[in-house]
C-alpha cells in the first residue's frame, strides 16, 4: 500500500498510531481539523473538516487506504454527533468511493454494542445496542461501511475498539483493554489483508475476562500479544476507588450506559 490517510490524528489513538505506524507503509498522510501540536518535521499532514465533503475530497486524494478515526470519540449532544460522526463519516465513505480508495479501516466502538449485559459473550454477528448517541453514531458507521462494500466493492474493516491504553484502568477495562501494538495488528490487517470484503472485528487484547468472541480477527491472522490479566492488581486497586453503579457495573459499556438512564423509572 503506497498512501494511506490516517483521520483523527491529533486524537489520542491517532496521537498513538503516528509513533507506532511511523516507517510502515511509503506514506501516510495524517489529518484533523486542526494540526496537532507534536507534530514531528518528517509527518505530513492535511487539516480537513470531515463535515465539508470537498474537504474531505482534498484530504483523500490519491489515497490507496484510509484508517478513519475522527470524529466525536463520546458521548455528546445531538448536533455534534450529527456534524461530526453522522455527516463525517458518511464523507469519508463517500469521498473514498468517488476517489476509488480500495479500503477503510473504520474505528467504531464497544459502545455500538454497550446495552449487552456483562454476563453474556458476543460476536460479531448480534444486533447493535448502542448505549449512547455515540454508540448510535458508530453503529451507524458499521452500517454505512456494509453498504459501501457490498454495493460499492469498497474493501472495509470495522474495529469495534474495546479501550486503547497502556494498562488497563478498572475492572471493566480488564475485559476491553487493547494494547496500542495489538490496534496496530488490526490495522495493518485491514489495509493489507487480501481476503477483506466486510468484517467486524473486535479491537480488544488477549484478556482472559473479555466478554467478545473474536474469533473473526484470529481467522484473519490477529494475533494478540496483550494480556489484561497481567495488570489484575493494578485495575482492581484503581476499581476499589469508583463509587458503585448498579446499571454501568451491569452492562458492558458501563457508565455510558448509566448516564442518562431512565428505562426503568418509564417501564
Ligand atoms: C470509547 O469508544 C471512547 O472513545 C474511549 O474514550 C473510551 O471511553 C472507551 O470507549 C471505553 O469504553 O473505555
Request: one cysteine or more; proline letters at 4%.
Amino acid at each position: 500500500m503506497k498512501k494511506i490517510v490516517v483521520t483523527g490524528a491529533a486524537g489520542d489513538i491517532g496521537t498513538r498510531l503516528r509513533r507506532l505506524l511511523k516507517g510502515v507503509y511509503a506514506e501516510i498522510c495524517w489529518s484533523d481539523i486542526r494540526k496537532p501540536a507534536d507534530l514531528a518535521d518528517d509527518e505530513t499532514f492535511i487539516a480537513a473538516d470531515l463535515a465539508d465533503l470537498a474537504q474531505v475530497e482534498k484530504m483523500i486524494a490519491d489515497a490507496e487506504g484510509i484508517v478513519h478515526l475522527g470524529g466525536f470519540s463520546v458521548e455528546g449532544p445531538w448536533e455534534t454527533i450529527h456534524r461530526a460522526n453522522i455527516v463525517g463519516c458518511y464523507n469519508v465513505f463517500e469521498a473514498a468511493y468517488r476517489a476509488g480508495v480500495g479500503r477503510i479501516v473504520f474505528a467504531t466502538s464497544n459502545h455500538a454494542v454497550g446495552f449487552y449485559p456483562r454476563s453474556e459473550r458476543i460476536g460479531v454477528n448480534v444486533t447493535v445496542r448502542p448505549d449512547s448517541r455515540y454508540g448510535v453514531s458508530k453503529a451507524f458507521g458499521e452500517a454505512l461501511g456494509a453498504f459501501y462494500a457490498d454495493k460499492h466493492g469498497l474493501r472495509v474493516t470495522c474495529l469495534r475498539i474495546g479501550n486503547v491504553a497502556d494498562a488497563p484502568v478498572d475492572a471493566r477495562r480488564l475485559a476491553i483493554w487493547l494494547k496500542p501494538e495489538d490496534l496496530v495488528q488490526l490495522v495493518r490487517i485491514g489495509l493489507e489483508h487480501p481476503d477483506i470484503r466486510y468484517e467486524i472485528f473486535y479491537g480488544v487484547s488477549d484478556n482472559a475476562a473479555s466478554w467478545w468472541d473474536n474469533s473473526n480477527a484470529r481467522r484473519f491472522g490477529y494475533r494478540p500479544q496483550g494480556r489484561a490479566e497481567d495488570f489484575r492488581h493494578q485495575a482492581l486497586a484503581a476499581q476499589r476507588e469508583i463509587p458503585a453503579d448498579p446499571i454501568a457495573d451491569r452492562y458492558q459499556g458501563g457508565p455510558f450506559c448509566s448516564a442518562e438512564y431512565d428505562a426503568d423509572r418509564r417501564r
